[in-house]
T-cell receptor, first 113, second 115 residues
């Protein structure tokens, strides 16, 4: 079985600062890894995905994530935070594509002026 | 592409009552998924359909839960004899196929409150 651990239920940054959201996974087989964002009262939107191609994955809105097998990590970063980035972010793992995603508990990103 | 539509957006019901939610996927999408999200947790997989066939069900889907997708179009999720622990956001998603080139498109969810 696979699992995801997101370190920190809340992360606060100032506008313009680096964003780093941490995700560690556990999987017995090579995983597919995803980051989703959820704005209040909305569904989840895919930010980026890792599917065993390039280890550095670029997504939408300037976000990127790096797959590190040795550390079983898939941390999400953005060089400069914007107020509109404030939302909840979920890391997810799957071993069968999209069918049965296992999500982490989420990290709420707070951006202050 | 009008997106995944879920109705109702909110449902308040008394314990013991039955409730039914509806999900209309993106029209050409053949896969449809149900997830449940409780406060402070990430979404948890419940079940998914390919066309009208229900291919997988999570252990979370107790006997009180039933999902259908007649004719491979919209889907309904029914909860019988609701309990307070059923209070959650129920999310529907759809995709075209199952490969990692076909991402899930999520609806805005139905929030259920059981009093």
């Amino acid at each position: 079985a696979q699992s995801v651990t997101q370190l920190g239920s809340h992360v606060s940054v100032s506008e313009g600062a680096l964003v780093l959201l941490r995700c560690n996974y556990s999987s017995s087989v090579p995983p597919y890894l995803f980051w989703y964002v959820q704005y209040p009262n909305q569904g989840l939107q895919l930010l980026l995905k890792y599917t065993s191609a390039a280890t550095l994955v670029k997504g939408i809105n300037g976000f990127e994530a790096e797959f590190k097998k040795s550390e079983t990590s898939f941390h999400l970063t953005k060089p400069s935070a914007h107020m509109s980035d404030a939302a909840e972010y979920f890391c997810a793992v799957s071993v069968t594509g999209y069918s049965t995603l296992t999500f982490g508990k989420g990290t709420m990103l707070l951006v202050s002026p | 592409d009008t997106g995944v539509s879920q109705n109702p957006r909110h449902k308040i019901t008394k314990r013991g009552q039955n409730v039914t939610f509806r999900c209309d996927p993106i029209s050409e999408h053949n896969r449809l998924y149900w997830y449940r999200q409780t406060l402070g947790q990430g979404p948890e997989f419940l079940t998914y359909f390919q066309n009208e066939a229900q291919l997988e069900k999570s252990r979370l889907l107790s006997d009180r839960f039933s999902a259908e997708r007649p004719k491979g179009s919209f889907s309904t999720l029914e909860i019988q004899r609701t309990e307070q622990g059923d209070s959650a956001m129920y999310l529907c998603a759809s995709s075209l196929g199952s490969s990692t080139d076909s991402p899930l498109h999520f609806g805005n969810g139905t929030r259920l409150t059981v009093t």
